[in-house]
Every structure is written in C-alpha cells, then in structure tokens.
C-alpha cells in the first residue's frame, strides 16, 4: 500500500466517524424539530435551522482538526482555503424541507475532491441508519457491504430519480416530467438529491436528474457513484 492510499484510507475512516457522529447530532434535532428555530434562504422552500449550522460546525471542526492543511467548503458558512490541494465538500443536512417535516429523505452528506474531481464520498441517512462510503478506484459500500449501479434494469424498466429546486424555472420542469412521462418512464422523488444519488450507486435507481445541483449537493455522492462503476455528467 502507497503512502497515498494510506492517506486517503485514514480519510475514509475519519469520514465515515464524523459522517455518524453528525448524523447523531441531525438525528437528535430531528425528534425535536418543532421547537427548531427556521429561517429561509432565498424563497420560502429553501429553508435552514440550527440543526444546519450546528452540523456543519460539528464536520468542519472535527475534519479541519485531524487534516488542518486540508480546504473545506459547507453550504451554510462558505469556502475556508488549505494548502493541501484536498478540499471537503459538505452538505450537512441535505434535504432540509423533508427533515424539517418530519420525512426519512434527508442525509450527511461529505466529499472529498482533488485536482481531478470527487475523490472520497460518505453519506449518512439517519433515519434509515445507512452509511454509503466511496472511494474512487477502490469500490463502494453500503453499510460496509459492497455495492454497484444496476446491470438488471434499464432506464425504460427501472426507476428513475428526480429533482428539482427553485433555480430550475418551472416550466422546465413540468417540460422534464412531460417527456417522462411521454417515454414511459417511471420516476420518483425522495426529497434529497444526495440520498437518490447514493441509491444509484446501491443499484435502486436507474438514474437521477436534476437540472441544476450545487457542488455539496452532488461531490460526495459523484464519488461513491464512481466507485460503485457508475459515470457523471452535467
């Protein structure tokens, strides 16, 4: 084993750590989600609670801690540079609305990315206690079980995931669900686009689309969809 993969496996197994312990943290919040306090962000669907802010705290601390040379970027606070040319990519909560409602579709969601893209992924689902690890040219895993995209259905007999959000204007959408519908095609939405990203990887979906993802969104999940022998695109 090369230094390089020692590096990235001690990475990994810090990442699975603080994915649980942030998962924790969401988790508690979650049962008490009615006395959180919400805000919105740009329009009344996209919404963020302590709950956020306190998760991104407890993954930035503990990943800029351990790795202090590494940059890290999180939805809720920004970019804080390094001098590594690593940098995490972190999503706290993805899957606010559904959480803040009291739905099992949101997870943690924490990448990592080099000079050539995603490079290390764990999503954390608390609700579903499920664990999804990626790290590229070396598999992924599900609850430490390997996992891989479906060779059994195809886009026309399986199960296609899909989102949207308030960048994409509506007309694209009702277009995107027309043609769809149109070919047949049988789709779901489960309310975070990082866990139905992370079920590609599992084999359960086909495929995901969304028009327009922010990076903490998607960089986790592209690397364990990498891992798992499935491919990205815009």
């Given amino acids: ?73 999180g939805e809720e606070y920004g970019l804080e540079p390094g001098t590594s040319k690593l940098t995490w990519v972190v999503d706290p909560i993805d899957g606010t609305a559904p959480y ?6 949101w997870c943690v969601s924490i990448g990592l990315m080099d000079a ?41 007999t399986g199960l296609l995931g899909l989102g949207g959000n308030d960048k994409v204007p509506a007309a694209r959408m009702g277009q995107l669900v027309s043609d769809l519908a149109g070919q047949g095609i049988a789709w779901t939405r489960y309310g975070s686009g990082a866990l139905m990203l992370a079920f590609v990887a599992a084999g359960r979906l086909t495929g995901y689309v969304e028009a327009r993802m922010s990076i903490w969104d998607c960089l986790a999940a592209y690397a364990i969809i990498g891992a798992a022998g499935g491919c990205t695109g815009p």
């Fill in 100 to 105: 803040l409602n009291g739905l099992p579709g």
């Fill in 116 to 156: 050539d893209g995603p490079l290390l992924g764990a999503i954390y689902a608390p609700v579903l206690d499920e664990m999804y690890l990626g790290l590229r040219g070396q598999g992924a895993t599900l609850n430490g079980r390997p996992i891989g995209v479906t060779e059994r259905f195809t886009l026309e």
């Fill in 1 to 73: 084993m090369t230094q390089t993969e020692i590096d990235l496996g001690a990475r990994l197994d810090v990442m699975e750590a603080v994915a649980r312990r942030a998962g924790a943290l969401a988790l508690r919040y979650f049962h008490a989600r009615d006395q959180l306090q919400i805000e919105t962000k740009r329009v009344l669907t996209d919404m963020v609670s302590q709950a956020d802010r306190e998760v991104e705290d407890l993954i930035r601390d503990a990943l800029r801690t351990t790795f202090p040379e590494d940059a890290f970027m």
